[in-house]
């Protein structure tokens, strides 16, 4: 089953063209690494998935759903995409629990019952139950990133985009949010994440998509594609 798929996707700023025609498909359960110099249109890629930045030419589609298509409903369609970014995000005056059940409350329309009921399951399931009323600035950078991954799991998306989210963190913290991204993988989350970690797609992804200049260089197993590069 196809939960992701870029056909032909363009996109320039002024005379620049970012994406030239970039297709690939993401299956069930998968994880792809997005790799690339910096430059080549990860981050790019990463917003036009998450409708941030239009497609100027090529489709993208979630499941059935042509997402470029401007009459398609963009709330219905962020709660099927999980997005967690390489800044925390967090709201510094609200609490672990608020941040977590915000958008569903306010943007998916959720009872406050409901979503904190949903919230508390996946806080007990990344370990930081005990965080809930906690702010923000009483947590490490990991468990942070650990709370913006629990908040993008909260509509039970079918697809979670992962943009850098360890470049902001200390080495130190960095290992803990990997051992996160390896948990969700093995529940069978399908996953988009760019990363610099080379060493850690070459153990997490299924597959490494390689950018360079806004065109695919690479598509394969990390295999396949560490040995030619
Ligand atoms: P990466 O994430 O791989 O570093 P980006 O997608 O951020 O690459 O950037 C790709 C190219 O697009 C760069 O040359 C960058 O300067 C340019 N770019 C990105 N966003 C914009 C923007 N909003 N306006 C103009 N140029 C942009
Ligand atoms: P990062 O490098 O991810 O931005 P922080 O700036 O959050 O990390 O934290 C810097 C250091 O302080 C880290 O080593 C982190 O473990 C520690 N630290 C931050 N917040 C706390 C906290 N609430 N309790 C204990 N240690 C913390």
Redesign the pocket.
């Known amino acids: 089953k196809t939960v992701l798929r870029l056909d032909d996707v363009r996109k320039s700023?002024?005379n620049?063209q970012?994406?030239r025609g970039i297709s690939f498909d993401i299956h069930q359960h998968e994880v792809v690494a997005l790799l690339?110099?910096?430059?080549?249109?990860?981050?790019?890629?990463?917003?036009c998935v998450n409708l941030l930045?239009q497609v100027d030419d090529g489709q993208i589609w979630l499941g059935n759903t042509d997402i470029t298509d401007p009459r398609a409903d963009q709330d219905k369609i962020r709660a099927r995409i999980g997005v967690v970014f390489q800044q925390f995000n967090l709201f510094p005056h609200m609490s672990v629990l608020r941040n977590v059940t915000l958008a569903a409350i306010k943007v998916h329309h959720w009872s406050k019952d409901r979503a904190e009921t949903r919230a508390m399951e996946l806080l007990e399931r990344i370990g930081m139950r005990d965080k809930a009323s906690a702010y923000p600035d009483q947590l490490s950078g990991g468990q942070q990133q650990r709370v913006a991954i629990a908040r993008a799991l909260m509509t039970d998306p079918e697809l979670l985009l992962l943009d850098?989210i360890t470049s902001a963190l200390d080495p130190m913290l960095v290992g803990e949010v990997l051992n996160m991204v390896a948990e969700l993988k093995a529940q069978g989350t399908t996953i988009l994440m760019?990363t610099h970690e080379m060493s850690f797609a070459h153990e997490a992804a299924d597959r490494i998509v390689l950018?360079r200049h806004?065109v695919i260089a690479e598509n394969g197993t990390p295999a396949e594609v560490m040995d030619e590069s």
Request: no cysteine.
């Open positions: 700023f002024g620049t970012v994406l690339g110099p910096s430059g080549s249109g990860k981050s790019t890629l990463m917003k930045e850098e760019a950018l806004g």
